[in-house]
């Protein structure tokens, strides 16, 4: 395959995996409660308010806004109040000057937080968001009551081996091709500066070609944490007991009583990827079997 011809086919297989959580997110989402932006470390994060109950902090995917959510969000706010910040770069959030870290975000996230007045909150991030809720959860223990990481990996050799290359490719260089796409479309609709694209594919970009491992991080989370991920997800499977055996879960037998039970939860879901998780009907129900839960290692049944 000619060097051309490999460029054509991982803008192709971006392109394709951009407009896919679009593309499945169809369901109209009610008009927020309240909405607004909120300052946080030189960056004004957009957010959104909706429903009534115990405060959720709702993120968001790469190259995504809250909104596509879907039927996730609605069922969510159905039983929750569910705040939902766009991400640096992403929906109404400007990118700014500062390179996109996920370290950066989760404390800003942190101010945003308290900025809104709350005291405490369950957080629940999907990909490129879960790293952006655990990275919150690391930093602001107080601050996250419960943790539902859906579809992102604790380190960069998390993914499949082919799709290294393609987020290492993604970059200013698709911006022309991504134009006709449902993901760039629905960013021009709501961002700021929609001429801020190709910078945020660039941003995007530079963020996936670091490597990184937070394994360290993982076993200091003392709040109990939820795992989520489709059965034929962009996660390795090995990766994904790693994972859920970090935090200290599946390392043994739970015992007739469930007296070995860890606190924290794994949930394989089936015939699901890693592109179409996020909109799921079943994602929400399986989160809020976790989150409504009161002890700490207690899961409503």
């Known amino acids: 395959m000619s060097i051309r011809s490999k460029i054509v086919f991982i803008i192709g297989a971006v392109v394709a995996i951009a407009a896919a959580p679009v593309a499945r997110a169809q369901e109209p989402v009610a008009k927020p409660d309240t909405s607004g932006y909120v300052a946080a470390n030189g960056i004004d994060y957009w957010f959104e308010i ?35 910040v766009d991400l640096q770069g992403h929906g109404r959030t400007a990118l700014g000057s500062r390179k996109i870290r996920l370290e950066d975000i989760g404390r800003d996230l942190g101010t945003v937080i308290r ?31 419960r943790l539902v ?18 987020q290492a490719a993604v970059g200013a260089a698709m911006a022309d091709a991504m134009k006709d796409s449902p993901m760039y479309k629905s960013y021009a609709a709501i961002a700021p500066r929609p001429q801020d694209f190709p910078r945020l594919l660039d941003a995007m970009g530079e963020l996936m070609r670091q490597p990184y491992d937070w394994s360290a991080t993982v076993k200091q989370l003392a709040m109990p944490v939820m795992l989520v991920y489709g ?8 990766h994904i007991v790693s994972f859920y055996q970090l935090l200290g879960g599946g390392l043994r037998d739970a015992g007739w009583m469930r007296e070995h039970m860890s606190k924290n939860r794994l949930a394989i879901l ?32």
């Open 231 to 238: 059965d034929a997800d962009m996660v390795r499977p090995e």
């Open 149 to 166: 990481i859906v579809s992102a990996p604790y380190a960069q050799n998390g993914f499949f081996a082919e799709m290294l290359p393609q």
């Open 115 to 145: 900025k809104l007045g709350l005291q405490q909150v369950d957080a629940m991030g999907y990909s490129f968001g879960g790293g952006a809720a655990l990275q919150l959860a690391a930093q602001h223990p107080t601050l996250v009551r």
């Open 50 to 84: 909706r429903g009534k109950g115990e405060p959720l902090l709702l993120l968001h995917g790469g190259l995504m806004s809250s909104g596509l959510f879907g039927p996730t969000l609605t069922k969510l706010a159905e039983h929750r109040r569910v705040i939902s």
């Open 270 to 301: 089936p015939d699901l990827t890693h592109y179409e998780i996020g909109a799921a009907p079943i994602l929400a129900p399986t989160a809020l079997q976790f989150l409504n839960a009161k002890g700490p290692g207690q899961t409503q049944k």
